[in-house]
């Protein structure tokens, strides 16, 4: 075998010169070409614009059309521009001008500002039909725009207008789209346009159906309902089937979202109700007062909030947190004055104690009154409370969430304090058996100020919670007061888990019964089937046990 003869080491040298000669000339021609591309002129559009110093709406439409394909930068400002009545030309050299939201005026062809222009300019007309393209060519051109939410605006905006128009840029769009959550949105406007459209096969329909059986809405169902009746027997059968499915669903929704409202009404009737618990429990005192007790934590809550928006604004979110201790401290002292100068003289007279009670709110109530007015005070809520999210289709607000959540903290430290500090001994023996406990030693009169004090400060606490959903006015603690003594009776005396477990009951029960009965008259059959809950179980849910209790 001839072996191959060797290449001489200069020519590998030549090759190799070659190469590299030939990598740096394409180099170099690449980045003459992005150079190029990159200072490549604006998209001509003097065409387009030309059409509507016409004064023809088929012209106008025309230019809309035009304008929109192009993908010039200022196409958006310009139909927006033209939309709202902002596109002006001037009839003699038939140049476009738009001018922004800001009142400055751009030149249309170049979308650069322009620091004056002509004297008589003329307005662009438009009709309904014309407003119609203009936000469909908008919402294409949103498509592409770089915030996510500009571009399920978009999808959202053909998904209603159901265009077959802007299925080819929506196919487009889906290609080039990364976010899954915006794909899904492009699908599902695409799969409302195949719904809708004549020339759609059996195959796209049934493959859009499915996507909007996915979505679960009721605009999904008015998709559904936009199937043409040419369409076939198997698509108008699918369609009739994803109906019935996100109807069922969608009411299966609603009762869980009755739910969740329940559960929001119940917290706050527990966090009203709860410092009543303890007073009426341990003392049997009707404190028709206890309603303005709430009224105070409230309005300590707008001094507090009113303090920080004029020394420290930034950290206004930190009001509400502050507020709390200074609420529950403002109402408590309150109670254990009330206690002390009225109360204790008037024990073992239930209706001399409910009528100086009575007189106590209405005295509390003209004092707010001439102190902060009669109209309602503002309390902003704080960003971590303020929005909402959704939740397995469910609408869920921080608000309420965060005041759910802090009622239940409440309720379960109250119950853990009762069950291992002195004062919570005290109070479960003078509640049990008031004058066993005086035998023993526990100076009861001090339980009682120390009981109607937490009562109070408890309130109060409810007061900070509830205003920042109610409106915080002198009337506030009027609008609670009957449904604590409905949670209290229905719970049972003094019970705190029958507090609870009768707050989220009528809470549930209350907003079942509103949709059918309305607002007012759902307290009323709450109050009727709460009077003849009564007559079979005088002492409510869970009785509590006990000599004193028991006689």
């Known amino acids: 075998m001839t072996a191959a003869p060797a290449i001489p080491r200069t020519t590998i040298s030549r090759i190799v010169k070659s190469l590299v000669l030939t990598m740096l000339l394409a180099t170099g021609l690449t980045l003459s070409t ?144 990364r976010d899954d959550a915006v794909r899904s949105k492009f699908e599902q406007a695409r799969a409302a346009i195949i719904v809708s459209r004549e020339q759609s096969t059996p195959d796209e329909r049934s ?9 679960g809405d009721q605009a999904a169902i008015a998709a559904l309902r936009s199937l043409p009746a040419s369409a076939d027997a198997r698509s108008k059968e699918q369609a009739a089937t994803a109906i019935k499915s996100i109807e069922e669903r969608l009411a299966l ?39 303005e007790m709430v009224m105070l934590g409230a309005y300590t809550t707008f001094l507090v909030q009113e303090g920080f928006r004029a020394l420290a604004p930034g950290m206004l979110d930190w009001s509400l947190p502050v507020a709390l201790p200074l609420a529950f401290l403002v109402t408590a002292l309150v109670g254990v004055a009330i206690e002390r100068g009225i109360i204790r003289f008037l024990y073992g007279r239930p209706l001399e104690t409910l009528l100086a009670t009575w007189g106590v709110s209405l005295i509390l109530q003209q004092a707010i009154r001439t102190m902060f007015g009669p109209t309602n005070q503002e309390v902003s809520a704080p960003s971590y409370m303020s929005g909402a999210f959704d939740f397995m289709g469910l609408s869920i607000t921080y608000g309420r969430l965060w005041i759910i959540v802090f009622t239940l903290l409440l309720f379960f430290a109250l119950l853990l304090s009762i069950r291992f500090t002195r004062l919570g001994l005290y109070m479960r023996a003078v509640t049990q058996n008031r004058r066993m406990a005086a035998a023993m030693g526990i100076r009861t009169p001090w339980i009682d100020a120390m009981t109607f004090g937490l009562g109070s400060g408890l309130a109060g606490l409810a007061g900070v919670a509830l205003s920042q959903i109610d409106n915080v006015s002198p009337n506030l603690g009027q609008n609670y007061i009957i449904d ?27 907003k079942f019964l509103e949709p059918f009965a309305g607002a007012v008259l759902a307290k009323i059959l709450i109050l009727v089937l709460l009077i003849l809950f009564i007559q079979k179980r005088p002492r409510g849910l869970f009785a509590l046990r006990g000599r004193a209790v028991e006689a």
């Open 34 to 177: 992005a150079t190029t591309r990159a200072q490549a002129p604006d998209v001509d559009i003097s065409a387009a614009l030309e059409r509507f110093s016409r004064e023809s709406l088929s012209q106008t439409r025309q230019a809309v059309t035009s304008i929109a394909e192009s993908g010039a930068p200022q196409a958006q400002p310009l139909l927006s521009a033209l939309l709202n009545n902002r596109l002006r030309f001037d009839p003699a050299t038939k140049k476009v001008y738009y001018r922004s939201t800001g009142d400055k005026w751009f030149d249309a062809a170049t979308g650069k500002t322009v620091a004056q222009v002509p004297e008589k300019l003329e307005r662009v007309r438009i009709n309904n039909r014309l407003r119609v393209q203009i936000n469909q060519a908008l919402g294409t051109l949103s498509l592409r725009a770089p915030d996510p939410k500009t571009r399920i605006a978009a999808a959202e905006t053909i998904f209603k207008s159901k265009s077959a128009d802007a299925l080819a840029n929506i196919d487009a769009a889906i290609k080039l789209e």
């Open 207 to 215: 493959k859009a159906i499915r996507t909007l059986g996915g979505r």
């Open 484 to 510: 604590s003594f409905m949670v209290v009776v229905f719970g049972g005396v003094g019970n705190l888990w029958g507090t609870l477990v009768s707050a989220m009951t009528l809470g549930i029960a209350n």
């Open 253 to 291: 929704l609603a009762h869980a979202q009755n739910v969740w409202y329940g559960l929001s009404l119940g917290s706050v009737l527990l966090l009203a109700a709860i410092g009543l618990a303890i007073t009426f429990g341990v003392m049997g005192v009707i404190n028709m007062a206890h309603g």
